[in-house]
């Protein structure tokens, strides 16, 4: 029968050690209290237990050995929220450093013919590749915008698309047609 609880054997663990697991109902409701979850609760606990065997020569006076492993706990727990802390701090940055737009992207990678295609498309077509494929709307948000049905926007940003593929392919030739990034028309070159 498996459950969620650690179990802690204390065969051959010195006295101050086994002090500390005889508390382990105390320090887990200490540690879920100050953590968001009871599973962030028990690893740190188990991670300050390996720290207490690593660490328990280091015990003075046996008498002082729960305060201790308190002092151990508060600093796993400010640990606990300092990697938290820069897990999130890393994820903003990388946020940060991706492409704002997906125009952006578009001028960074795709041909720089792809401008003066989308403009001389009819007013329909032009539209869909701007709000969903340049504008990052849902086909969903576009219908409504447009007042026509979700199927019936897929069909009309399907034909914009193939109408922008077929305009590079006469624009620009091979460099459309085997979508080629590295655009080597005569657009690009001026």
């Not at 990697?83 to 994820?91: D, I, L, V």
Request: some cysteine; aromatic content about 6%.
């Amino acid at each position: 029968m498996l459950t969620n609880e650690v179990t802690i054997t204390t065969a051959g663990l010195s006295d101050p050690l086994r002090r500390i697991t005889a508390h382990q109902a105390k320090f887990l409701s200490f540690l879920s209290a100050r953590v968001e979850d009871k599973a962030a609760a028990e690893d740190i606990l188990q991670s300050a237990y390996l720290k207490a065997v690593e660490h328990g020569s280091e015990i003075r006076d046996a008498e002082s050995t729960v305060a201790w492993f308190y002092r151990i706990l508060r600093n796993a727990v400010t640990d606990h929220y300092r990697r938290r802390a820069a897990r999130t701090n890393a994820q903003d940055a990388f946020a940060a450093e991706a492409p704002l737009s997906y125009e952006a992207e578009i001028a960074q990678t795709a041909c720089a013919c792809i401008g003066d295609v989308i403009h001389d498309l009819k007013s329909e077509y032009r539209t869909a590749i701007e709000e969903v494929d340049l504008g990052g709307a849902t086909v969903e948000a576009f219908a409504q915008s447009q007042q026509i049905s979700a199927n019936n926007a897929s069909v009309r940003l399907h034909r914009a698309r193939k109408a922008v593929a077929k305009k590079l392919t006469t624009v620009c030739g091979a460099c459309a047609e085997h979508k080629c990034l590295d655009c080597t028309c005569r657009r690009s070159q001026l």
